[in-house]
């Protein structure tokens, strides 16, 4: 999951490419994911991705975000660089004082770090000081640079302040530690093409006793595994430096061989604080992002609509009563349908996608244990197989607007074979609720007058049947 998914679903809400009965359709044939929201906007999201236009926005969004922190990766790996070959600076004269560096690569690192992970715990505000403190957080600024078109474009894309706050504290974790991938890689060159002497210096008023201590205490991630990246104290005694005096003392002259041999502990010490913690902050960094992008994608506009419309039936009035025969005049058809059944062995379609069906027998309330789409793109062999596995009573749901063709009546001819009844229901289109006109019926009705199958049924609506009645009566 990354950000991309925020983004299409952003744009699929605004669009609203599916009308309520496909959305509950697509809940139905998911049912996997019913308690499961994320997912459902997730795969919802992928279904309909297609309608969105090209470029994507999310593609437009990612790729700006990842020239513009690429830009800062390079401007701060090669000013890592450059800090610490300063740091690192020897001209003969006076040792490099290891605190300098000590401070860049240790010290600096775990107060930003400390920085970030209370960041972190107020990334839920919206004005964060301590995010706006980052370098990462100027790239919203740099944005507006942009040219016209994608900077309205992405403008115009609001998200969720905890996502903005994410996204910055992660982008900083990865510039920042290209910073210190710099400042290891400088002091490995310098190490390699200069002979440097090293010391330590301070105005502060500390014995070679207690730095050792300390040093020995940032030393234990590695003080077990390589001793040999500790300074004894042997070496803090020699490697101590006064500024007093133009000139060094004897004793540091003569031990200037062993002088270097602090590059171990900087070079640990920069690759354990400066490089392994910051790149734990990272991935700490990568999973808040990600329970971000979950908890934005439900305060979406429109989130909570869509969830109702997948998991939520469409509600329909239904009654209990089965069914009500009207006997009518010679021409007119008698196997009239009043109530339809709270179950039926089987609901099929007359080219109605499965989904369709799904929805229109819970809209219904009717129970089925088999939903199949029949005629339209099916073969016929295809047909017949559905025909041989159907038995008892079949719902055969066919469109109100379509007038019977030879190919139905010869697959309803071979269905009545098979099964005990078939209730015809004729239905409108999504639009207008499934709801068919009375002509539309009455076609439907005329229709299967003509072909005399005493167990095909047709279901009219309340209304319809009341003034077929009238009708009757008045005659």
Not at 333 to 343: C, G, H, M, T
């Amino acid at each position: 999951m990354n950000i991309k998914s925020y983004v299409n679903l952003y744009e699929l809400l605004v669009l609203e490419p599916a009308t309520q009965e496909e959305n509950r359709a697509f809940g139905l044939t998911h049912v996997m994911l019913k308690h499961k929201p994320i997912e459902q906007l997730l795969t919802w999201s992928e279904k309909h991705q297609e309608r969105l236009k090209k470029p994507l926005l999310s593609d437009i969004f990612s790729s700006y975000l990842y020239r513009i922190t690429f830009t800062l990766v390079v401007i701060v790996f090669v000013l890592g660089l450059l800090t610490g070959v300063a740091l690192l600076s020897y001209n003969g004269d006076a040792p490099v004082n290891v605190i300098y560096f000590m401070a860049v690569a240790v010290f600096l690192p775990l107060f930003s770090m400390s920085l970030t992970i209370f960041a972190m715990l107020r990334a839920r505000k919206a004005e964060n000081v301590l995010i706006h403190l980052s370098p990462a957080f100027w790239m919203e600024k740099i944005l507006g640079f942009l040219p016209g078109r994608v900077q309205g474009q992405i403008k115009n894309l609001k998200i969720n302040p905890l996502l903005a706050n994410w996204i910055i504290i992660k982008r900083s974790q990865i510039i920042i530690l290209f910073f210190s991938l710099g400042l290891l890689l400088a002091l490995l060159g310098v190490i390699v093409t200069k002979d440097i002497a090293f010391a330590w210096s301070t105005t502060l008023h500390i014995s070679s006793e207690e730095f050792h201590d300390f040093l020995h205490t940032i030393a234990f991630p590695w003080r077990e595994l390589v001793p040999s990246a500790v300074p004894s104290l042997e070496l803090l005694e020699q490697s101590q430096y006064f500024r007093l005096g133009a000139t060094l003392n004897e004793e540091m002259i003569s031990h200037a061989s062993q002088l270097g041999e602090w590059w171990k502990f900087l070079a640990f010490s920069t690759l354990f604080y400066a490089v392994f913690l910051r790149f734990g902050i990272l991935i700490l960094a990568s999973f808040g992002l990600n329970a971000a992008i979950k908890q934005s994608l439900l305060t979406l506009h429109g989130t909570s609509k869509l969830l109702r419309e997948i998991n939520e039936p469409i509600i329909s009035t239904h009654a209990d009563q089965s069914e009500k025969v009207f006997i009518t005049e010679e021409g007119h058809y008698s196997q009239i349908v009043n109530r339809l059944d709270a179950s039926y062995d089987g609901i099929q379609g007359w080219a109605i996608p499965h989904n369709t069906l799904l929805v229109l027998g819970e809209r219904l309330k009717i129970i089925a244990p088999a939903h199949d789409e029949v005629g339209g793109t099916n073969s016929l062999e295809e047909d017949m197989e559905i025909v041989f596995k159907s038995h008892g009573e079949i719902l055969l749901f066919v469109k109100a607007w379509e007038p019977p063709t030879l190919d139905f009546v010869d697959y309803l001819s071979e269905l009545t074979r098979k099964v005990d009844k078939v209730v015809v229901v004729p239905i409108g289109t999504a639009e207008h609720h499934y709801d068919a006109s009375t002509k539309e019926i009455d076609i439907w009705e005329n229709k299967l007058s003509m072909l005399g199958e005493t167990k095909v049924w047709l279901k009219r609506s309340d209304t319809q049947v009341q003034g077929v009645e009238v009708l009757h009566a008045g005659s």
